[in-house]
């Protein structure tokens, strides 16, 4: 038995942390030890304390008091001192946006680090400072990224070695996926969306942000309404809190353009899965996204999938045979091809089942967490 450290930037339902929660649960099943180190909370945190011992990193800077009388300790070398006490084996770090611990954490513990970065060169930027993501890709003895895409940025815009690099596409637990489309009832799930069985449903899933593409999402509805008004074409996101700014800007621009009725917007939910096994068609209309996960979700439903260009993971998953790959922000091509597999289901079925076969036979948990745990045990030897 094995004591492997993780470190989260957060425990969000996203994603990565998604993702990280799956592989703390298959090594744990193999008898392994675990410990997570969060940088921040978040709704997952209770999931993770199942299966791994929950620490927190304080964000706290000691203050001049503490120092005046005497505690030579802040929470954070308390924290690494107990760690330093748990035999450690390895500490397994994951995104970019936990590199701002990088050089503590090596400090501190002084043993292998193996660095897991979910992200492209936008988010990259955005989620990590220069000297901080320098750091972590000095100090990483392994780092994997989650897709090709990923990998070949990270040689190539950040002088990272091409031997310091494996790629591990990212994966789901595909059995707890395909338990719930088992269970489905998809007249009771449309019915809920105010949707009905004769609607072709196209569903877009992810927090809503500008990587994300949700404006992209109402523009390719908009093309749909337009060139094809009659049809009954029904749109649906999944992952936008009912408050706030964008919300309030999205329900003006369907308001304006007409399309309030025709495009659903859902708060994030745990029922993603279900509402997207309810659908026909699974729109990725992503700027930026290495390797989605609700891609994966939405393919093991046998939907087929839309997305982009020169994106990241979805020209990598989706190729020529598991959907269609349209040029960067081409809204017009991408309403075209919706409307094509409205009047030809079975050429988008084809697809979808393409799509279900690519999950279970290649991009699946099997696979890649066998070969994360060959990574970490060769590590520690």
Same mark, same amino acid.
């Given at each position: 038995m094995k004591h492997f450290l993780f470190v989260s930037h957060d425990a969000n339902r996203a994603g990565a942390q998604l993702f990280l929660l799956n592989l703390m649960v298959y090594l744990k099943q193999q008898g392994h030890k675990l410990s997570l180190l969060l940088l921040g909370d978040g709704v997952l945190e209770? /999931?993770?304390?199942?299966?791994?011992?929950?620490h927190h990193y304080s964000h706290e800077k000691p203050s001049k008091y503490t120092r005046i009388f005497g505690a030579n300790q802040n929470k954070n070398e308390q924290l690494f001192s107990e760690l330093r006490k748990a035999n450690i084996s390895l500490a397994y770090v994951n995104t970019i946006a936990s590199a701002k611990i990088i050089v503590e954490l090596k400090n501190a513990l002084q043993i292998p680090v193996v660095? #897991? !970065?979910? +992200? @492209?060169?936008?988010? !990259?930027?955005?989620?990590?400072?220069? +000297? +901080?993501r320098k750091q972590l890709f000095k100090l990483s003895d392994k780092i994997i990224a989650c897709s &090709?895409?990923? *990998?070949? /940025?990270?040689?190539?815009? #950040?002088?990272?070695?091409? &031997?310091? =690099?494996?790629t591990v596409h990212s994966f789901i637990d595909n059995q707890s996926v395909t338990e719930k489309l088992n269970k489905l009832n998809i007249t009771e799930t449309r019915t809920k969306l105010n949707l009905s069985s004769a609607d072709f449903v196209v569903t877009g899933c992810g927090n809503a942000e500008w990587r994300k593409g949700l404006d992209i999402f109402i523009q390719v509805a908009n093309a749909v309404n337009q060139h094809n008004s009659d049809s009954k074409v029904?749109?649906?996101? $999944?992952? $936008?809190?009912?408050a706030g700014d964008l919300y309030d800007k999205t329900v003006y621009d369907l308001k304006k353009t007409g399309l309030y009725e025709d495009v659903t917007l859902l708060e994030p939910t745990s029922q993603a899965v279900e509402i997207i096994g309810s659908s026909d068609v699974f729109l990725l209309p992503s700027r930026e996204d290495p390797f989605p996960l609700v891609m994966l979700e939405a393919a093991l439903a046998a939907k087929p999938i839309l997305?982009?260009?020169?994106?990241?993971?979805? *020209?990598?998953?989706?190729e020529d045979d598991a959907g269609a790959v349209i040029p960067y922000l081409d809204v017009n091509q991408m309403a075209e091809k919706l409307i094509r597999w409205q009047q030809n289901p079975d050429e988008a079925k084809a697809l979808g089942q393409t799509a279900k076969q690519k999950v279970? *036979? !290649?991009? &699946?948990?099997d696979n890649s967490v066998k070969? !994360?745990?060959? @990574? @970490? /045990?060769?590590?520690? =030897?």
């Open positions: 209770k /999931n993770f304390a199942e299966v791994a011992t929950v660095s #897991h !970065i979910h +992200e @492209l060169e936008f988010s !990259i930027q955005l989620y990590s400072k220069f +000297e +901080e &090709n895409a990923v *990998g070949e /940025n990270l040689i190539e815009k #950040h002088s990272v070695s091409f &031997n310091q =690099v494996t029904r749109f649906v996101w $999944i992952g $936008i809190k009912h997305g982009f260009d020169k994106t990241g993971g979805c *020209g990598e998953f989706v279970l *036979g !290649i991009y &699946n948990f070969k !994360i745990e060959v @990574l @970490l /045990n060769e590590m520690t =030897v």
